[in-house]
């Protein structure tokens, strides 16, 4: 494996525990909420769903693997 070619596709960071402050927020809102920093390699090619969709999933992954410790 050649390590000189691999690439960060994004990195975040999020904080579970933040919420919206608007006073009627949508589902889309909360997770927008907790994204505290998002760095993308290709900008372009990440849009607000994008971003939502990956950290819902690492959230899940947390969630799912929290069960068993």
Do not use: C, W
């Not at 904080?15 to 907790?34: G, I, N, Q, V, Y």
């Not at 760095?39 to 947390?62: F, N, P, R, T």
């Amino acid at each position: 494996m050649n390590l000189a070619k691999l690439k960060i596709g994004s990195l975040f960071i999020y904080d579970p525990s933040l919420k919206p402050r608007m006073p009627h927020p949508e589902e889309s809102d909360f997770t927008d909420a907790k994204i505290m920093y998002f760095y993308a390699h290709d900008k372009e090619a990440v849009d607000k769903y994008e971003k939502q969709k990956q950290v819902g999933l690492s959230e899940g992954i947390i969630g799912f693997f929290k069960e068993f410790s």
